[in-house]
């Protein structure tokens, strides 16, 4: 399980290096003014995201682990290109896919040459990384799939989706949207956690599903 909360730690300060360095490619400096770019973790852990989240799904005995690192800023009217937004908010489940695909096929060509310690270690990456994408891609605020959706979305839609979502917000705070989205995640997880093992066992060849 520890072995779980590092590679987790590490995977969602990943992604969230993703969003920032994609939109300072696209001309917003916001992430970097702020420190963001950097690779010290202590600036991207959210402590109830990558800590008390991931312990308690551990205490309570959750088949998978999951958590969110400090969502890194960015201002979408600095970015340069019609779809620039989009590519920003997708950076982070873009990265998990290519670790996760990565490491997947390592397995699968390599692994008869890696210890037991070694084999565990990449199938837990890959296992990871697939869930941090499938689970934000999930169209629910403030998830990486609901923004990618507004983001291409028309500008007059966009604007009544982000001022009903800042109105959800207003009332009952960014807490309360995480609880929402923990309610879709409890009714969505048996087959989150199937569809991810499915996808690992392909990649790697290895018989995750039972």
Same mark, same amino acid.
Request: net charge positive; hydrophobic share 45%.
């Given at each position: 399980m520890l072995i779980y909360i590092v590679i987790l730690i590490i995977s969602v300060i990943l992604h969230e290096l993703a969003h920032g360095y994609t939109a300072y490619s696209f001309g917003d400096s /916001?992430?970097?003014?702020?420190?963001?770019?950097? !690779?010290?973790?202590?600036?991207?852990?959210? !402590?109830?995201?990558?800590?008390?989240?991931?312990? &308690?799904?551990?205490? /309570?005995?959750?088949?998978?682990?999951?958590?969110?690192?400090?969502?890194? !800023?960015?201002?979408?009217?600095?970015?340069?290109?019609?779809?620039?937004?989009?590519?920003?908010?997708?950076?982070?489940?873009?990265?998990?896919?290519?670790?996760?695909? /990565?490491?997947? &096929?390592?397995?699968?060509?390599?692994?008869?040459? &890696?210890? !037991?310690a070694v084999s565990a270690l990449v199938l837990v990456i890959v296992t990871v990384n697939l869930f941090l994408a499938a689970f934000n891609l999930l169209p629910i605020p403030p998830l990486d799939g609901y923004r990618m959706f507004a983001s291409i979305a028309p500008y007059k839609v966009k604007m009544a989706l982000d001022q009903r979502v800042s109105n959800l917000i207003g009332k009952i705070g960014y807490l309360g949207m995480f609880l929402v989205v923990f309610i879709f995640l409890y009714f969505l997880i048996t087959p989150l956690a199937r569809t991810v093992f499915w996808i690992a066992e392909l990649l790697s060849g290895v018989p995750l599903l039972h």
């Open positions: /916001t992430a970097k003014d702020a420190g963001r770019l950097s !690779p010290n973790p202590i600036k991207h852990i959210d !402590p109830v995201g990558s800590l008390l989240v991931p312990f &308690l799904l551990i205490v /309570t005995g959750s088949s998978l682990l999951f958590g969110w690192a400090k969502p890194v !800023p960015y201002n979408p009217y600095n970015l340069k290109g019609k779809y620039s937004e989009f590519f920003v908010v997708s950076a982070g489940i873009f990265l998990n896919i290519v670790v996760a695909v /990565t490491f997947g &096929l390592f397995y699968r060509f390599f692994g008869d040459f &890696l210890g !037991p």
